[in-house]
């Protein structure tokens, strides 16, 4: 039995039938196990969610769309659910910003993105949106280095300037310096970034404007920006791809997709000083390190978070629904769905890469969920 993975123009989708099966092999970088990735702070387990009671009411299919970097687990979520509740969910891993488009014009009944709704979004929307976080995950600097170990160290001075096209070559000083021993080669860096409107595009672009200055008043953040210099790859998938094809080339994705294309990836200094490679424990502690904020806000940005073990380009991944559905039975069945990846479905998170929520956010998301009609 097998996940079928639809490529078109339009993007990566992710299509789960009645026959699919919930094989973990088949989604991205299930070989990390909660033992190695520090998950079991959240109390979260990582036992299969397939088995689980099913949830109640509402229709029996549900169509959604957008962000890439959740991709690998909702494969696995919407598949056990189907095997649980009986709703078939049918996804469409196109990107946080054409998601957030089909949810709109009303085509899906929820949309997938990294990145919270912009005041144009809220205003093209017509009608009120409930945001909830789903997951953590990392944004990893992965690269294709020749000779070069896994694991190399960068700064976000280092990470800002060569997204600005000022670090040209990898035996720069500046990736030297945090790198002794380490013999670097003179090979040109060519830089990977997102081509569409993307929440990992959001979610590293806030990462930027918090540690450099420069970024902040040039460039900015968003799902979508100019970029100064690189190639553009549609989804986290293009741009893995695009650094494997390119010899020098480096570039940002979701953690799965780094190991799911066997890239190695940089730690990252993060505020405290602190080099932290990325990893579920990592995302885990940039969540609490911003608590404080994500409790008054819960689309506030972790990225840059205080802690010492925080994984400084963090974020969460985010459903959004109308909070009145268009149809009844259809909002059941969103509602009930969620109501499910708050309990089970956090189960399957660290196994797959991403950090399970804290329990205060879950909490804050179980009345949101309750409230939706």
């Not at 995950?137 to 992965?142: D, E, F, I, T």
């Not at 997204?163 to 380490?182: M, R, T, Y």
């Not at 094809?245 to 990252?268: D, R």
């Amino acid at each position: 039995m097998k996940n079928f993975w639809h490529f078109s123009a339009a993007g990566l989708a992710l299509t789960l039938a009645g026959t699919l099966a919930g094989c973990a092999g088949n989604t991205a970088a299930t070989d990390n196990s909660a033992s190695n990735n520090g998950a079991s702070g959240n109390g979260a387990s990582t036992t299969s969610t397939e088995g689980a009671a099913p949830a109640a009411g509402g229709a029996k299919s549900l169509t959604g769309a957008g962000a890439t970097f959740p991709a690998p687990l909702y494969t696995r979520w919407f598949d056990s659910y189907q095997k649980t509740a009986g709703v078939q969910i049918n996804y469409q891993s196109v990107g946080s910003g054409a998601g957030i488009k089909q949810l709109t014009n009303k085509t899906v009944d929820f949309g997938a993105s990294d990145a919270p709704l912009g005041s144009k979004d809220i205003a093209a929307l017509g009608a009120p949106v409930a945001t909830i976080p789903t997951v953590g995950g990392a944004v990893v600097l992965a690269y294709n280095l020749p000779g070069a170990p896994a694991g190399l160290k960068m700064t976000g001075d280092a990470i800002a300037n060569i997204f600005l096209g000022k670090i040209k070559k990898w035996n720069d000083p500046a990736i030297a310096a945090s790198n002794p021993g380490v013999t670097l080669p003179a090979t040109a860096i060519v830089v990977a970034h997102r081509s569409d409107g993307s929440g990992t595009t959001n979610i590293f672009t806030n990462y930027l404007a918090a540690v450099s200055p420069t970024w902040k008043n040039t460039i900015g953040a968003g799902k979508s920006v100019d970029w100064p210099v690189g190639i553009g790859g549609k989804g986290n998938d293009g741009v893995a791809g695009s650094i494997k094809k390119l010899p020098g080339g480096i570039g940002y994705v979701e953690l799965a997709y780094a190991k799911q294309n066997k890239l190695p990836y940089a730690s990252v200094k993060n505020l405290a000083g602190q080099f932290v490679a990325p990893d579920v424990s990592g995302v885990t502690a940039a969540a609490e390190g911003a608590m404080p904020a994500v409790q008054k806000d819960i689309t506030a940005p972790i990225a840059n978070a205080s802690g010492a073990k925080a994984y400084p380009i963090s974020g969460f991944t985010y459903i959004m629904v109308y909070k009145t559905a268009q149809n009844p039975e259809k909002g059941q069945a969103v509602k009930s769905f969620l109501k499910w990846a708050m309990s089970e479905g956090q189960k399957d998170a660290a196994a797959q890469d991403y950090a399970p929520l804290p329990g205060a956010i879950v909490a804050l998301n179980a009345k949101t969920i309750d409230e939706l009609k």
